[in-house]
């Protein structure tokens, strides 16, 4: 074999070395592109590797999820159900959203890219009508039958981020919106004549674990998606750049050794990126306040049209935004709103070892709830052992002020008389807040209505 070729001027790299660079930064890429496809990936895995169920199945929390809910930003106030689905199994795919009567469905369909394909229930097409949604696989070009609302996937697999809301945090009535919940049905459409009992899973025991993992399981992840998905015109640049790092159609992903400790590294190192690029990117939504909305308008819009403009394509943003939550509304505002907070009203990072106090204004810009909720800021899933994680309109026994405001209080102890106004932090990290808008109002949107930043104790 010919000797390794070395650059003519001293101090300049070797070709292996540019080689190893130009793995490492394709790598990096991968990860920051390649985020929302692994995290609906490792959503499936985690009902996947922990119980008997599958594609075109519904894993959902028997009641209110606690800390085993180890998915990104979870909703700890509403009863969740993810329809997992695969059209290159059996065809199209039909979910049915029971009519608002005796509950209520916020929800949205979405492609594995997490691009949503329709909002449904009330702040959907069926605008609590009920409806019959029809998954339609890529290319599918046969008539869709009368009484069904077709959405097109570019993508075979796909899920359901589906809530069934509670009226209330009683017992009784999060057992009903459980019930209400498992009227939804999914079934193939060639089995619509007769449609089969809907498998649902229940995952509410399990730890359900799909934080993003910093390494080489992150591109086995991604590979799994490049082998069973059709590359989308708009992302063809990738199949150079992934076949360089070892994912490619068709082939087996098996890295050597050298190349295991390259993509290891350039995991890290994506993941220190996003991390910074997070941070930076909370921009206030009150002026001289610290609460943002997550994501960005340019990256909702984007998901709702499958980036349909042509000169916008923001990956990067993308990648930060499924870094620390999954699942994007067709329709921004119209079933929820979030505001999100990392920081105290002084501009501290919030600190686990630290008490704070929010204090939520009297009418609360909500036709539903709202809650405040904790998350683990290494991880952006629930702090683990933790005895609940939210607070919210909802939680009984919760206590107001005479004004009809209301005191949330963050904290590793509960202060005196206050526990049931509190949400537990751990002292081994930070934190972030995220406050959650059920049925949002108009005055949340002009901003008539400000929620205060979070002030220590």
């Known amino acids: ?80 159900l993810t329809p997992f689905t695969n059209t290159a199994q059996v065809g199209p795919v039909v979910l049915e959203i029971p009519p608002a009567d005796e509950g209520s469905i916020t929800g949205t369909v979405m492609d594995v890219w997490q691009c949503a394909l329709e909002d449904v229930g009330p702040a959907g097409v069926d605008q609590g009508q009920g409806g019959k949604y029809l998954i339609l696989p890529p290319g599918y070009q046969d008539q869709v039958p009368a009484g069904y609302i077709p959405m097109q996937s570019d993508t075979y697999q796909g899920y359901a981020l589906l809530r069934s809301i509670p009226r209330s945090g009683s017992e009784a009535d999060v057992a009903k919106a459980v019930a ?18 809907t498998t649902f899973v229940d995952v509410v025991d399990i730890v359900y674990d799909s934080t993003i993992t910093y390494d080489l399981r992150f591109f086995e992840s991604l590979n799994r998606i490049v082998q069973v998905e059709p590359w989308l015109e708009r992302d063809k640049a990738m199949i150079d750049q992934l076949r360089s790092i070892g994912i490619e159609k068709g082939k087996p992903f098996n890295p050597d050794a050298s190349t295991r400790d390259v993509l290891n590294d350039a995991a890290h190192e994506a993941h220190a990126w996003l991390v910074a690029r997070y941070e930076a990117s909370l921009s206030p939504y009150y002026d001289g306040g610290h609460w943002a909305l997550p994501g960005s308008r340019e990256l909702l819009e984007g998901q709702a049209s499958f980036f349909a403009k042509p000169d916008v394509y923001p990956v990067d943003v993308r990648g930060v935004t499924f870094s ?40 609360a810009p909500v ?83 400000r929620l205060p930043d979070i002030e220590k104790v």
């Not at 505001?339 to 105290?344: F, P, S, V, Y």
């Open 180 to 197: 209400y919940g498992k009227r939804i049905k999914l079934y193939p459409l060639s089995q619509a004549a007769t449609p089969p009992a």
């Open 1 to 80: 074999m010919p000797a390794t070729p070395v650059l003519e001027h001293p101090g300049e790299l070797t070709a292996d070395e540019l080689t190893a660079r130009s793995l490492e930064r394709r790598a990096v890429e991968a990860v920051i592109w390649g985020m929302p496809a692994v995290n609906y990936d490792l959503m499936y895995q985690a009902m996947a590797r922990n119980t008997t169920g599958t594609f075109n199945q519904i894993a959902y929390w028997s009641r209110l999820p606690d800390w085993k809910i180890q998915t990104l930003t979870p909703n700890p106030d509403a009863i969740y």
């Open 324 to 363: 620390y939550a999954y699942f994007t509304p067709k329709h921004v505002g119209a079933g929820s709103s979030y505001l999100l907070t990392i920081a105290d009203k002084d501009g501290r990072l919030l600190d686990g070892s630290m008490t704070y106090r929010l204090t939520v204004p009297a009418n």
């Open 367 to 449: 036709r539903q709830y709202w809650s405040a909720t904790v998350y683990d800021r290494a991880t952006h899933a629930r702090i683990r052992n933790a005895r609940w994680p939210s607070r919210s309109s909802q939680t009984p026994g919760l206590q107001k002020n005479t004004d009809g405001s209301v005191d949330v209080y963050f904290g590793p102890k509960p202060p005196a008389g206050k526990e049931s106004n509190w949400v537990p932090t751990s002292t081994d990290g930070g934190f972030e807040v995220l406050f959650r808008f059920y049925g949002p109002d108009k005055p949340l949107f002009e901003k008539t209505w």
